[in-house]
């Protein structure tokens, strides 16, 4: 077996999630498998700097936990997209059925459906190695609770579609939370605490014990990754008393083109200490430090918000524009909440700023 050294793997921090830029070293040309929305450029370089041809954009299911770049990608290198025919991601120019082959310089990528995380869900073998994405993870695999999961079928999926692989094949993952990077199949036979020695009806009782909660991001991202992450209005999610809550990267988008008006709503005392979206339109809707609701905001709205865009409340987080939004959507607006905002969700040691949210995004801001 010809030995894949070029196999690049690329780390998003906050989702955990493995992007692999698989090559051709002959033709040049490469693919790209589970690209995540905020490394497009990352991505571009990296491609870019190998002097590689991008031919393949490709997903190993609709994520839940991240929004995928491969629109984005796929329209500035004019690479086609590919991705699991029973995954509904109708805009993909090819759908994959079981055992297809993609091209690439003189080998070619086999696609391999493996349902159970997803009824959809593939892997990739790619000369020595296999992309496992959701399905087989570094002594874990995939959740098996939420759409279209089965456990049943994801026992089938590993024992009788990826064991029977050579056992020194790599395994490379769509995630992993404990840095790790890869195993082999061989490995995961003997030391996968889930499916080692395990029967069917263990291994179906092992995830039904698990008691996840669901992702955060699932209501906004599988709608928006079956639609390859474009940024366009599939991705907003409906929402009571307001025009919806709308994906970040989205906002981002609606803004920088003019489409929306920004509004920021924290208090002053936040903009001067963590910063804000340059050109913002700022009205508070608490006031510091006794948090009770501005008593000038409708009419501050009013005088500065016209109301023939959409406006995009922009807050800490994306919880307190949610009570605004609703507010000036009474209003007469066309009112979203920003998901995740300004700073967004505390991670474990309760900091804010490095899990998600528009800084951490790496969109435009400064300081005061
Ligand atoms: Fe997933």
Known sequence: MKKSDAIIQLFDKPSSTFTYILVDESSREAAIVDAVDCHIERDLAEIASRDLKLKWVIETHAHADHITAADAISRRTGARTATPALCGVTPANLQLGDGDKLALGIDFILAIHTPGHTAGSMCFRWRDAVLTGDTLLIGGCGRTDFQSGNSAAMYDSITTKLFTLPNDTRI??????????????????????????????????????????????????????????????????????????????????????????????????????????????????????????????DRELIANVPRDKPVLFLCRSGVRSIDCARRAQALGYSAYNVLEGFEGDPDAQKQRGKLNGWRHAGYEWIQG
Not at 230 to 235: G, L, T, V
Not at 252 to 281: F, S, Y
């Open 172 to 297: 490379l993952p769509a995630h992993d939370y404990r840095g790790r990077t890869e195993s082999t199949i061989g490995e995961e036979k003997l030391f996968n605490p889930r499916i080692a020695d395990k029967t069917k009806q263990e291994f179906i009782d092992i995830m039904n014990a698990l008691n996840l909660a669901p992702p955060k991001m699932i209501d906004s991202a599988v709608p928006a990754n079956q639609n390859l992450g474009a940024m366009n209005a599939s991705a907003i999610c409906a929402s009571d008393g307001y025009a919806g809550d709308i994906p970040l990267a989205l906002a981002h988008a609606w803004w920088i083109k003019g489409d929306a008006v920004m509004v920021d709503i924290r208090t002053q005392a936040e903009l001067d200490c963590v910063g804000r979206v340059p050109n913002a339109i700022c009205i508070q809707w608490k006031l510091y430090p006794d948090m009770l609701l501005n008593p000038d905001f």
